[in-house]
């Protein structure tokens, strides 16, 4: 079985936006995105039940290719990195129609995502990629199981969990609750950089110009504002009683 | 010319980082006060191959450089000095003079199960009369019947009694003025260890006594050729230095990193303490200290791993960054005010931990003779 894992390079600390540009910020350090580690955790383990390969597919700039090497170092068996200065300032639909090309490209069984990406928590790109390749998806799956040519999903939600069942190939995208991922060790480390790691630019995909980067963006931000401010708030200082007196705040808005 | 770390080291820094920040930093205070030993992390340890992380892969190890090895100290000191000298004594005194010393024979029987973290080992040098003055060591062994008898003691050894330990080697006087390094394994009849020691810090690592009572061990437990002993420990301690460096600037960093987020908590006069000049000037330095210890210590191990002389090196790296991490603990713990004197703060139990930067491996004084003896002084 072959399995696509999309891992985004994220900014390891700040989530500033640019007033000026309305973008996020992205000149700090960056790493891979906490939430695609599970999903790289779930191909590894999956390989490892049942045999196969996973190929990790990343669109970012050339800062990219240290989450990349990470998912390597875990354990991934090989790289897909599509960096283009073309590519800056992909909104959903742009960067959705780049990894759908990628991923064309791979002919995985399998595609994992994580659930969001954790500097600009979209969590809608694995919806968009699974539409552009006409296949089935469950998301925040919690847990996954493959049998019979089928790929099945519990998927957890506000009120419980859907299981939900889907032909191969597929797209999945993981909760972060799936799996506690392995710490990469110190032998895949130095084994990392000697496995096939392609980077390939937006035309080596057959991606024109125009459908992504900005010129590919149709999004436009119009305007950023704080979030409101929280209405007053009221400080408990516990002297012994701050528990009745929680309650008692409660009870008065009839919120227990 | 070029101080980038390789994309390896940094992302086993990384690795190392996050591994100390979310598996060990959670339970250094408890196994601290209950002085227990953490078999659990060796073994999560061992699996990340950070048990013979210089090992080559042939023998069992990870085949990573010496500077990948200072930076995975480092990071573990960082959080807790306890599982990081674990590491580094069984790496650095435990496991290599087997693999530089022994014979293929006894390389095939050790070093596999000791790079691969599955058993530690330990090396005993110091006696109750012989600390900086290790030449003058008293165990002796002779030669009868085609093995070894040992007679003697020795002081303060790491890692010699836990229950994953393999062995140990000694040295001892084997002839007139001729020191021999020889392994016993533990379990050998007559080689008995003390309950573990109640130390200041350290606390949840293994330190004991040995006794050797007419202890048999056959012939070929002799390390390299008899009479080398002496010379293959100056050996491994010039090494072992390089490790404990990256500790002294890892405790001086877990230092500074508490300390700086203490003061920007922490409000007296109607603002954080970090404001005041007095607090940032104290951090600033300690910063200071710890880029220049840093760079101390990375040079020796890049000069070990380019097989050029690094002895002096190491010994001005150790010498340095154990002062200085005396320097932050006391000055981070200072920022602490009376919270860092209580238990319940993790500034205390790295002040505690870090008086032995400046003893273990050879002492401040010891450093300073070694180094002036490079100085042709
Ligand atoms: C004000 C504002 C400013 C923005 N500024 C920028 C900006 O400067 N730069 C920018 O890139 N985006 C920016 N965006 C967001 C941009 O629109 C998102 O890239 C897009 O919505 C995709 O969503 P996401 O990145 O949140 O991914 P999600 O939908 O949250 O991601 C889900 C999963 O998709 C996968 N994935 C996501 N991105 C990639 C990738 N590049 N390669 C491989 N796999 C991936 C991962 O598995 C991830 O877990 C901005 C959005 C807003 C509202
Ligand atoms: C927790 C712990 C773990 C240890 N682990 C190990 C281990 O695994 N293996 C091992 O072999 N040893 C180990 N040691 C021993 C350690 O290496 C010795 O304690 C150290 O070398 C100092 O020896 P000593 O304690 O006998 O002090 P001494 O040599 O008695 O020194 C006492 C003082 O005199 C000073 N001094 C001595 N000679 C001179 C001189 N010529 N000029 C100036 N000053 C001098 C010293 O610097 C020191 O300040 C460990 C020690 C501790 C505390």
Redesign the interface.
């Known amino acids: 079985m072959k399995i696509a894992v999309c891992v985004k390079h994220v900014p390891e600390q700040s989530k500033r936006i640019d007033p000026a540009t309305k973008r996020l910020d992205r000149s700090g350090e960056g790493?891979i995105n906490p939430f695609d580690v599970h999903a790289v955790e779930e191909a590894l383990k999956l390989k490892e039940d049942r045999g196969g390969e996973v190929v990790v597919v990343s669109m970012g700039p050339a800062g990219a290719?240290?989450s990349v090497?990470?998912a390597l170092?875990m354990g991934a068996d090989s790289a897909l990195l599509i960096t283009d200065e073309a590519a800056a300032g992909s909104d959903l639909v742009a960067t959705a129609n780049v990894l759908a090309a990628a991923l064309e490209s791979e002919a995985p069984d399998l595609v994992l995502f994580g659930q969001q990406a954790g500097d600009s928590d979209g969590a809608v790109l694995w919806a968009a990629v699974a539409d552009r390749l006409h296949r089935p998806v469950i998301s925040q799956v919690a847990n996954l199981s493959v049998a019979d040519g089928k790929v099945r999903g519990k998927r957890q939600t506000e009120f419980g969990y859907d299981v939900i069942e889907a032909p191969i190939p597929a797209v999945l995208a993981v909760s972060d609750a799936i799996n506690e991922p392995r710490?990469?060790?110190?032998?895949g480390?130095?084994g990392?950089?000697s496995k096939p790691q392609r980077t390939v630019s937006l035309s080596e995909l057959g991606l024109e110009g125009g459908v992504t980067g900005e010129a590919g963006s149709k999004t436009v931000v119009q305007a950023l504002s704080d979030p409101p401010p929280r209405g007053d708030t009221v400080k408990i200082e516990d002297d012994g009683s701050a528990a009745e007196k929680i309650v008692e705040f409660l009870a008065e808005r009839k919120l227990v | 010319m070029n101080l980038d770390l390789t994309e390896e080291q940094e992302l086993l820094r990384s690795t190392v980082r996050d591994f100390a920040r979310e598996r060990i930093a959670p339970i250094a205070e408890e196994l601290d006060r209950e002085h227990r030993f953490p078999y659990d992390l060796v073994r999560e340890l061992a699996e990340l191959g950070l048990m013979g992380m210089t090992i080559p892969e042939d023998y069992g190890g990870a085949g990573a450089d010496t500077v990948s090895y200072a930076l995975a100290v480092e990071e573990l000191t960082r959080v807790d000095s306890s599982v990081a000298i674990t590491v580094a004594a069984h790496h650095s005194l435990g496991t290599l003079p087997i693999y530089y010393y022994g014979t293929e024979e006894q390389k095939r029987e050790w070093i596999p199960q000791l790079a691969s973290g599955e058993k530690l080992a330990a090396f005993g040098l110091t006696e109750p009369d012989a600390g900086s003055d290790a030449g003058a060591a008293r165990t002796r062994a002779e030669l009868c019947d085609g093995g070894w008898v040992v007679n003697g003691s020795k002081m303060f050894i790491t890692n010699a009694g836990t229950a994953i330990t393999a062995c140990v080697t000694i040295t001892a006087v084997t002839g007139d003025g001729e020191i021999s390094n020889l392994i016993i394994p533990n379990g050998t009849p007559g080689y008995e260890i003390a309950p573990p020691m109640q130390k200041l810090g350290w606390r949840a690592s293994d330190t004991r006594e040995l006794a050797f009572r007419d202890v048999r061990v056959p012939e070929e437990n002799l390390l390299g050729s008899r009479g080398q002993g002496f010379r293959q420990f100056l050996e491994i301690l010039d090494g072992g230095r390089i490790s404990v460096s990256a500790m002294g600037v890892g405790l001086a960093q877990g230092a500074y990193d508490l300390a700086a987020k203490y003061a920007q908590e922490r409000q007296q006069f109607g603002k954080p303490i970090a404001k005041f000049q007095a607090v940032q000037f104290a951090l600033a330095d300690m910063a200071t200290e710890i880029e220049a210890g840093r760079n101390m210590v990375i040079k020796a191990a890049w000069l070990k791993d380019q097989g050029r002389p690094f002895a002096k090196e190491a010994a001005m790296a150790k010498l340095y960054t154990g002062e200085l991490s005396h320097r932050a603990a006391n000055a981070a713990l200072q920022i602490h005010g009376g919270y860092g004197f209580m238990d319940e703060f993790a500034i205390s139990r790295l002040y505690r931990d870090q008086k032995i930067l400046e003893i273990g491996e050879g002492t401040n004084e010891v450093q300073r003779m070694v180094i002036a003896k490079h100085l042709g002084l």
């Open positions: 790493a290719q240290d090497r990470k170092a710490y990469p060790s110190l032998k480390i130095m990392a950089r």
